[in-house]
């Protein structure tokens, strides 16, 4: 493949937030905590439902103890695999995530947890962005990060801090008849991406991006919407940054990108077999020689999956790269890491699955600050539509 390095301005030592793609050595991360979790709410942008125990309700309030004590115990062992390889572990504040919220436009009888920093905080170079959010239940959900932002923000001038503009997430931000829309409807309707959310305000979770040096992409999905990518857009496009909308049609409930489309290294991509992509945004990636993969069928069926959890089985490719040789999968995905073996890839292993209920595995549960790297351009061939 080709690709062209634009390096950064710098004076001599690499800025203390400075990660510009998903595979660059790691040299600093944060692994999310369960401390304090609760049950994600009913709320208009999220209907949760109980998995294989029959027509019971989703469960309100904390979490039991020992639920969080579980998927502690599997956090605190991927912190210390990553202290082990070297990597700087930094672990988000406490947060009183049973505490109700009400803004002017909404109530919501408690928020979440702080177990997935990915879907809120996103490192793009040297600057963090904090998204919008989609759902009530994580409008504050920032709070358990602030005190790392300040520490990196204050040490460190080349640091830039962008907060998104907070949506209302009032009553008229949803559309609520989405959820009871049959499949055969989900399919006619593939194609308009229109989910959850409507187009008025704006509106994305930070995991819905991947990050490729200038490249960001972005999936349009129930917890991305357009206003959101055009935000996105001219955010960052005056940084030198090219933002590109992506779909996967056929996954009729998309929610974050890093389980449906996952680069490994430079020139080669995880992709999920059920969720192709569309066929005119493949060619980005083949015209530059990125090799596109499947991924194996994850190990447990979507029915197997964990009670509480409302992920898909894809939390299989769910991967963290530490470097462009080595990354850290879910310790019983065999298959995936025999696929990974074939590619020469060094895998790392972790008990994983009691965090699954949390909403997420390995990529999910952190966000990185640094990593080795500058920002180059994977893309050369790539012709770029700016802002709209
Ligand atoms: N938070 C990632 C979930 C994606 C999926 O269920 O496939």
Not at 94 to 116: G, I, M, S, W
Not at 294 to 316: E, F, R
Not at 345 to 361: I, K
Request: hydrophobic content about 35%.
């Amino acid at each position: 493949m080709r690709r062209n390095t634009q390096v950064i301005k710098s004076s001599g030592t690499m800025p203390v937030v400075n990660s510009w793609n998903e595979w660059d050595t790691l040299q600093e991360v944060v692994v999310g905590s369960a401390t304090g979790a609760c049950f994600e709410p009913t709320e208009p942008g999220n209907r949760p439902q109980v998995r294989g125990l029959g027509d019971v309700p989703f469960p309100t309030g904390p979490k039991p103890s020992e639920a969080v004590e579980r998927a502690n115990e599997q956090l605190d062992g991927l912190a210390a695999l990553l202290t082990a390889q070297g990597v700087s572990v930094r672990r988000p504040a406490p947060h009183d995530f049973a505490k109700p919220l009400r803004t002017p436009a909404f109530d919501v009888e408690n928020q979440y947890c702080a177990v997935c920093p990915r879907d809120v905080m996103i490192t793009l170079g040297n600057e963090i962005v904090e998204a919008p959010m989609s759902r009530r239940a994580r409008y504050f959900e920032y709070e358990p990060y602030r005190k790392l932002v300040y520490e990196y923000w204050e040490s460190d001038p080349r640091v830039t801090w962008t907060v998104a503009p907070k949506p209302t997430m009032a009553d008229s931000m949803y559309r609520q008849d989405f959820w009871e829309w049959p499949v055969e409807e989900r399919h006619a309707r593939m194609h308009e991406s229109e989910f959850c959310v409507t187009q008025d305000e704006v509106v994305f979770d930070a995991a819905d991006m991947s990050r490729f040096g200038r490249d960001i992409i972005v999936q349009e999905s129930m917890t991305t919407n357009r206003a959101g990518i055009r935000w996105l857009k001219r955010t960052l496009e005056p940084k030198g940054f090219r933002v590109h909308p992506v779909h996967f049609p056929l996954d009729y409930f998309p929610s974050h990108i890093d389980c449906t489309f996952v680069p490994l290294r430079p020139g080669l991509i995880l992709t999920n077999p059920d969720r192709p992509i569309r066929e005119a945004e493949r060619q980005m990636f083949t015209d530059d020689g990125w090799k596109l993969v499947d991924a194996p069928q994850p190990v447990l069926t979507n029915d197997d999956m964990p009670p509480y959890c409302q992920s898909s089985k894809w939390l299989s490719m769910n991967v963290l790269s530490i470097s462009p040789e080595k990354l850290i999968c879910e310790e019983q995905e065999k298959p995936l890491q025999d696929l990974l073996y074939s590619f020469g890839f060094e895998v790392l292993t972790v008990p994983f699955r009691d965090v699954f209920e949390y909403g997420g595995s390995l990529h999910c549960a952190t966000w990185d600050i640094r990593r080795d790297g500058t920002r180059e351009d994977y893309f050369p061939s790539v012709s770029y539509r700016s802002a709209v």
